[in-house]
C-alpha cells in the first residue's frame, strides 16, 4: 500500500475549524484527500496510542469527507448527513485531535443514523448506537464548524488530559 502524505492536524484556534465544509462532486473528489487521512490518523494513533476517526476539515480540506475505524471496521464518508437522532442521550468526557490535551464532557444522542456514499460512490446509511453514534455526531460537527467545546454541558466541563488520567481513569 502506497503511504500518503501524514498532513498536520488543524489545532483550536485555527480559523479554518469554524468553516462549513462543503459537499464533494463524487468519489474522485475524496481520492486524494482519504489517503491522507487514513495516514493522518494511523499516525496521530502511533503517536498519541488513541484515535478512531478525522474529519477532512481537520487537514485543512473543507470537504464533507470523513475517515473512521471503529472496532476493526473502517469506514469512508462522503457527503454524510443526520438522517434521524434519538432524544435519548448519554454524557461523555470527549476529546478531539485538534486539542488533545483538552477533554469536554458533551451530551450526545444515544443513536444516529446517517446517509452517505462510500468510496465507491454507492449511497450507504447506517444506525450507530453508543460508542460509535457519539463518534460519528463527533466528526460531523467539525463538517458544520462545531467543535466539542461548543457542546459542553457547563463551565465546569473542561478538563486537561493529564487531570483527566489523574482523576478519572483508576
Avoid at 473528489?29 to 487514513?38: E, F, H, N, S, T
Avoid at 464518508?77 to 454524557?91: D, G, M, W
Wanted: proline share 4%.
Amino acid at each position: 500500500m502506497k503511504m500518503m502524505p501524514v498532513r498536520r492536524i488543524l489545532q483550536l484556534g485555527d480559523p479554518t475549524l469554524r468553516k462549513l465544509s462543503l459537499p464533494l462532486a463524487g468519489p474522485q473528489d475524496a481520492a486524494p484527500i482519504l489517503g491522507d487521512l487514513r495516514d493522518t490518523l494511523r499516525d496521530f494513533q502511533r503517536t498519541h496510542g488513541s484515535g478512531r476517526g478525522i474529519s477532512a476539515v481537520q487537514i485543512g480540506e473543507l470537504k464533507r469527507l470523513l475517515y473512521i475505524e471503529f472496532q476493526g471496521a473502517d469506514y469512508c464518508l462522503l457527503n454524510p448527513e443526520v438522517l434521524h437522532r434519538s432524544a435519548e442521550q448519554f454524557e461523555l468526557w470527549d476529546d478531539c485531535f485538534s486539542f488533545p490535551n483538552l477533554l469536554v464532557r458533551v451530551r450526545r444522542s444515544v443513536t444516529v443514523e446517517i446517509r452517505y456514499l462510500d468510496e465507491s460512490g454507492a449511497a450507504r446509511s447506517l444506525t450507530a448506537r453508543g460508542a460509535l453514534s457519539e463518534l460519528l455526531q463527533h466528526e460531523l460537527d467539525h463538517l458544520d464548524g462545531v467543535l466539542a467545546i461548543d457542546r459542553a454541558i457547563d463551565g465546569n466541563s473542561f478538563c486537561t488530559r493529564e487531570e483527566y488520567e489523574r482523576r478519572y481513569r483508576s
